[in-house]
Nanobody, 120 residues
Framework: QVQLVESGGGLAQAGGSLRLSCAAS????????MGWYRQAPRKQRELVAA???????DNTDSVKGRFTISRDNTKNTVYLQMNSLKPEDTADYYC??????????????WGQGTQVTVSS
């Protein structure tokens, strides 16, 4: 019932910028944490950034100062503004959300992934 649709990935030059979006839709009662993970070839998936409904933010050290996560709760959308991109940022980026479809449940949901490629 819940769907996450990601967009905004693509190609960028080193030092450039991209903005990822992830919109949740469906039977949603509330959304707790929304975040972004990434997975490069032959590497483990890692947390990039996450933001709670209360506004608390966590970021991995490698993107601090360059990436900014934000939310538009009226649209059930989370964004990842990526500035000063580096080739090592190249990966598939996945939106992750913890969503309640009723007042009592909460489950994780994943987006389909969007590819980010940064050239040097």
């Amino acid at each position: 019932q819940v769907q996450l649709v990601e967009s905004g990935g693509g190609l960028a030059q080193a030092g450039g910028s991209l903005r990822l979006s992830c919109a949740a839709s469906g039977s949603i009662f509330s959304i707790n944490t929304m975040g972004w993970y990434r997975q490069a070839p032959r590497k483990q998936r890692e947390l990039v950034a996450a933001k709670t409904s209360a506004g608390s933010t966590d970021n991995t050290d490698s993107v601090k100062g360059r990436f900014t996560i934000s939310r538009d709760n009226t649209k059930n959308t989370v964004y990842l503004q990526m500035n000063s991109l580096k080739p090592e940022d190249t990966a598939d980026y996945y939106c992750n959300t913890n969503i309640s479809t009723t007042s009592w449940d909460i489950l994780p949901y994943w987006g389909q992934g969007t590819q980010v490629t940064v050239s040097s």
